[in-house]
T-cell receptor, first 113, second 114 residues
Framework: NAGVTQTPKFRILKIGQSMTLQCAQD?????MYWYRQDPGMGLKLIYY???????DKGEVPNGYNVSRSTTEDFPLRLELAAPSQTSVYFC????????????FGPGTRLTVT | AQSVAQPEDQVNVAEGNPLTVKCTYS??????LFWYVQYPNRGLQFLLK??????LVKGSYGFEAEFNKSQTSFHLKKPSALVSDSALYFC????????????FGKGTTLSVSS
């Protein structure tokens, strides 16, 4: 049971480039989330999904897109990368129902220069 | 608006002494509260949660937290700190409007000296 996995671990992008951050979970969790972590700011919700085929915006969705074609995968797409997207990105999942504990992946550290 | 506040950026404590990391919250309805810990270059690890029931919640690694409804607080505590407890601690509350996502505080760095 690998839990929540994320790839890549590190990435440097030039301004204007695009990339996809991968996230997968093998716990059959319905709910998945993308957060970004900036120093001294805690974590902010980018997008979330309550099940395959269903996604919705969080607090800071601008410049990002997501899809959820399967229960296991929840990729985050960055289009036209900007320096403001330099951050550490965490994917998380939870089963839902009465269990609200979220399981986090190891994170992707992204630098846009 | 729902929010979580961690008033201390850093808490310093000597090994063996008790520690407290403070958290206050603002939500509508009953709060679902969580503590997570983050070690350097790692993801967040769940420590404990309060959903309902006893106001004193016990969690992983000897940590506990006390829910106080009148003070809207959920402080993290440990009777005897270890150097290995040094990490970044986040308090969070369930967002009732975003599919059970979490709203996080800014985090508190705990430094335990030997």
């Amino acid at each position: 049971n690998a839990g929540v996995t994320q790839t890549p671990k590190f990435r440097i992008l030039k301004i204007g480039q695009s990339m996809t951050l991968q996230c997968a979970q093998d716990m059959n969790h319905n709910y998945m989330y993308w957060y970004r972590q900036d120093p001294g700011m805690g974590l902010k919700l980018i997008y979330y999904s309550v099940g395959a085929g269903i996604t919705d915006k969080g607090e800071v969705p601008n410049g990002y897109n997501v899809s959820r074609s399967t229960t296991e995968d929840f990729p985050l797409r960055l289009e036209l990368a900007a320096p403001s997207q330099t951050s550490v990105y965490f994917c998380a999942s939870t089963k839902g129902g009465s269990n609200y504990e979220q399981y986090f992946g190891p994170g992707t550290r992204l630098t846009v220069t | 608006a729902q929010s979580v506040a961690q008033p201390e950026d850093q808490v310093n404590v000597a090994e063996g002494n008790p520690l407290t990391v403070k958290c206050t919250y603002s939500v509508s309805g009953n709060p679902y509260l969580f503590w997570y810990v983050q070690y350097p270059n790692r993801g967040l690890q769940f420590l404990l949660k309060y959903i309902t029931g006893d106001n004193l919640v016990k969690g992983s690694y000897g940590f506990e937290a006390e829910f106080n409804k009148s003070q809207t607080s959920f402080h993290l505590k440990k009777p005897s700190a270890l150097v290995s407890d040094s990490a970044l601690y986040f308090c969070a509350v369930r967002d009732t409007q975003a599919g059970t996502a979490l709203i996080f505080g800014k985090g508190t760095t705990l430094s335990v000296s030997s």
